[in-house]
């Protein structure tokens, strides 16, 4: 096992792309106001400005010390278990109060909008590590925190609940009653993108209160890079060799945490990046079968329109253990990577994804998140016979590292499932995949013949 320093600084991804983001388009009111998002500048600095390094705040850094470094070692009962032929190495996320990776932005996040004068984060979560992450960062900066979870997830995790009331967070099952956008809900619609629009209504209609999200965002992927960062740190101190680097993918924070750094360090040198793969849920397959399109972040249409890899906002998410990776676009630093070929990706049913959790806990020691079980079977695929990919066969020749994001102590039910027998794979509707992307506008069809790098997907 490998420790090394805390990083000074993130490491932004932004000045190593080929071109500039595309531009977010602003929604108006009935009244052709646009909408105005709450957002501290530095995070909008964060977000645009194409500075490579920022300093990570004191009191942020302070409060990453109690957990970070996190460990990373060579997995080495977990290869045996799979068959590897190259060896496997762990980043692990899990050690802290959230359980997961998401502490990372949480803590930042909270820093900034309580410099800026906000009293209240709000917000929604799927699995409930982000709502935890955040329930602690407010308690931590003296702020009230109001959480709306995807009802399906606090069924089956109410200690998640728990946990975040503990920490002196109001929570709420979404769809909840208590937002026009809940109200006005299909009956039986159970998802991320209906929790965050319950958040953004919510925060809008609530003085002193401010939306917060913690995945998708790019200043989100920024705080993220501390995990990268530290994990090149540490395989050179082990003087170890990887080609390929995988994350699950929800929005993106995890995936772009652990792999956007590689891509960084590659781009500076002069070298090529490793593979870096995004194992996303076969349940909710953007990367892999979207469609890189304009589409809206949550139920409300009221925040921006983004250019991301998407299925549409309005697919109905089949339910599953894949937890916080039912969000139905990936971040748009990621989107655009994608259609660039700079990244990859794949996708891993639940099934799979829990099987290879177990295997890892009987290898490791350690039980992983639904989520992380994702990336694990993908890294399970590179250091053996290989993966399928979005863009052929994936395979790895000399190592690979693989992002552990949390831990899985609350999805204990999921893994009995598992070893009940219980649980089968959910593969998405062709026909409702068709429905949701349909009316999407493409980006390169808006951008015009020439515009873009990549090619049709």
Known sequence: MSTVALPT???????????????????????????????????????????????????????????????????????????????????????????????????????????????????????????????????????????????????????????????????????????????????????????????????????????????????????????????????????????????????????????????????????????LVAAESSTTPKLTRGTYAYDRTDATGTGPMEAMYTIGSSYPIPDSHSAGLRFHGAAKVLSAMRHRDQITATAVGQVEALDAGRLFTRGEMVLPAPESGHALAAAAHLAGAGAEGSDGPLRAEKGVLVCVSGHGYLDLGAYQQLMDGELANESPDPQALSRAMGGLQRVEQLAGAGAGAGHER
């Open 9 to 275: 600084s993130w490491r932004s991804v932004l000045p190593h792309l080929d071109e500039h983001l595309p531009p977010d388009r602003t929604p108006r009111t009935a009244g052709g106001a646009s909408v105005q998002v709450n957002l501290p500048m530095e995070l909008v600095r964060q977000s645009v400005q194409h500075k490579e390094y920022w300093d990570i705040p004191a009191e942020v850094a302070e409060a990453y010390r109690a957990f970070r470094p996190t460990p990373l070692w060579r997995a080495k009962g977990f290869e045996r278990a799979v068959g590897a032929r190259v060896p496997v190495y762990v980043k692990y996320e899990g050690g802290n109060i959230s359980g997961s990776h998401k502490l990372n932005t949480a803590l930042a996040q909270a820093y900034y909008y309580a410099r800026a004068g906000v009293r209240e984060l709000v917000s929604g979560t799927g699995a409930g590590q982000w709502g935890t992450a955040l329930a602690a960062a407010c308690a931590m900066f003296g702020m009230k925190c109001t959480i709306f979870m995807v009802a399906g997830s606090l069924r089956r995790k109410p200690y998640r609940g728990t946990l975040m009331r503990t920490l002196g967070a109001t929570v709420h099952a979404s769809p909840s009653g208590l937002t026009d956008v809940a109200r006005q809900s299909e009956a039986g619609v159970n998802s991320l993108s209906l929790a965050i629009g319950e958040a953004v209504e919510y925060a809008a209609a609530t003085e002193g209160a401010a939306f917060c999200i913690g995945s998708g965002e790019t200043y989100s992927i920024l705080h993220q890079s501390v995990i990268g960062l530290e994990a090149a740190d540490q395989l050179a101190g082990l003087d170890a060799e990887i080609d390929a680097v995988v994350g699950c993918v929800g929005a993106g924070s995890n995936f772009g945490g652990i792999a956007l750094p590689f891509f960084s360090a590659a781009a500076s040198a002069g070298t090529e990046p490793p593979l």
